[in-house]
């Protein structure tokens, strides 16, 4: 074997070792079957929002794979009912069409002294928290991401 393939060779296993060459027959590398965002500033909210929309898309689609997201601290406040920020509110209608879960942290809504019914329709309640729900969902297999 000539030194070319010997360098294809390290190359493939190197890219295997990471998850990244396709297996023999398939086109296309492992994805992460569940993904979870953790989204707290609220000036990335529009930002990971949009994350989300493109991960939903490049992982096949809606159900194509299980994605949630935890809206925690000052972002929370984009999503007020009455006051928030209308355009998170129609991406978060259209992520929840795609299957996404949306979270509000207890601990933020008990610190604003709102509940879910301040929030735009759609948030579950991270009862114990978000940060115990991220913690929780990474001890499950999700893939952590804040944008």
């Not at 000036?43 to 490049?58: C, D, Y």
Request: a positive charge.
């Amino acid at each position: 074997m000539g030194a070319l393939g010997r360098r294809l060779l390290v190359k493939s296993a190197l890219l295997a070792g990471f998850g990244l060459a396709a297996a023999p027959g398939r086109a296309e590398p492992v994805r992460a079957a569940k993904v979870v965002y953790h989204l707290v500033d609220a000036e990335r909210v529009g930002l990971a929002l949009g994350n989300l929309r493109n991960h939903v898309v490049g992982a096949g689609g809606p159900g194509a794979a299980r994605f949630a997201c935890v809206v925690l601290g000052p972002a929370l406040r984009l999503f007020h009912r009455s006051g928030g920020d209308l355009a998170a509110a129609e991406d978060l209608r259209d992520r929840l069409a795609d299957g996404v879960a949306f979270y509000a942290c207890a601990n933020t809504l008990a610190a604003l002294k709102w509940t879910l019914d301040d929030l735009q329709p759609g948030f579950l309640l991270a009862e114990k928290g978000g940060v115990t729900l991220l913690a929780d969902l990474q001890a499950q297999g999700y893939a952590y991401i804040r944008p």
